[in-house]
């Protein structure tokens, strides 16, 4: 006979309240010693939790503190249930029963206890105190209305209004939108109503002027990157949004998803050693007719080079030296292959290209081992550890439906609900990092063409 028995439980813990602590006790009551697993935020996100509002961190904190609570872990994947269970020889596994029959199949484990729920207080219900947000669209293209169907999901979130100079395109969409009411064809007027948001998604040389304008009226803005196709106006924009007090953030959603956000967590961890090069391709059959007119000819880096650039920046940090290798048709490039050169000698590879299709993957090499994400590696799911001895090599899933954009718009809202002006998925120099690979590549094309209109007019 054991003469400790050892009971475990799990939960997020948002805003730790009276009905956690209840249940916390309930729990303890059935043993002698208790095991909290605190679920990590990816993992909350990637089982549909967006809206937690505090830190993994923090609520890790609030449970350690508890002196009943004997251990505290962290919970990262769907698995890890059973692992814990037989890895600290757990006697009971305790849950509110809200999750009443979920949890039976850990029977064959252990002992499975639902213990009765608290009535009348939840951490949802503490979130309402705070406001909702009143989104507005900029724009009306191929993506808005999977933009407002992932919004959807989001629910401290109301998109309810829509702009686009195109009066008659407006005026029919808002007849057929279930959620979109409002149509304007002013932006003046359309920034002078109740919205405290926008998301932007027009062309890219309109981003610029309408983000500018936007903060000015004291919008928070999320705008499809680039933000803007020159550097300085970039810095102008992030030093605006600063001073305004407003949040400026890239709709790079990549940046946002659970899996990413685990993957530089593992890359930071050092599993893989010293990483010494980041391999990313992005390519695309865009066709013109889904594009408004000039669209185009921004050329592959502008459009696609943010992601292979994300990827690189978040991993390898800023980059000291960039070459393209650019490949192009009537004056913009249809592909580009840029190396850029980090710290300790890493090196970055981006592959971008339109109108060229290729395998979309991604690998991150080390001094131990390497990271492969396979096609599309931008709407991460699915990461595999590798090292040269196979048996080592891990999998992680983190399945999500649609294209992962709820990821992106729940942090944005919740980032201007708790009053903060930066999120640590994509921090502002992150943003100038990232961006600094197509900016320079523009700067230097347009040196290109001054130079070859002085060698003409010679
Ligand atoms: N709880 C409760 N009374 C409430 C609210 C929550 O008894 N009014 C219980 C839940 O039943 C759960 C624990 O407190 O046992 C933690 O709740 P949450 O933070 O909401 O976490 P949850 O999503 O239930 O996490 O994989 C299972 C999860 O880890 C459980």
Redesign the pocket.
Known sequence: MKDKKTVI??????ML????M???KRAKALGDYLIV?V?DENY?RS?G?LNVVQSTKKRMKAIESLDFVDKVIL?THKNQ?VEDIKKYDVDIF??????AGF?DYLSEYTHVEY?????????TQLREKFDLIKMGIVGLGRDTQAFIDAAEFVSNVKVNRIYSPDFLAVKKFTKNSKTVKYGHDNYDEFLDTSISAVYIDTKLTEHYKLIKRAIEAGKHVLCENPLALDKNELKELLMLAKKRKVLLLSALKTAFLPAFNQLLKEINSGVIGEVKEVRATRTSLYKEKDYPDSFMQQGATNILSSYPSLLVNKVLGKSKNLTFFDQGEDGYDVSNLIISKHKDGAIGVSRVATGIKSEGDAVISGTKGYIYIPAPWWLTKKFYIRFEDEHKSQVFNYEFEGRGLRYMIAEFASLIQRGKRKSKMLTPSDMIGINRVLLEYNERKLKEKKSKKAKGSR
């Open positions: 439980t799990y939960g997020t813990y948002d309240h009276e009905g956690h209840r249940l916390l697993g679920t909350d089982r939790k919970e249930k305790a849950i509110g029963d809200d999750w949890f213990l009765p729920r608290t009535e009348g207080i939840s951490s």
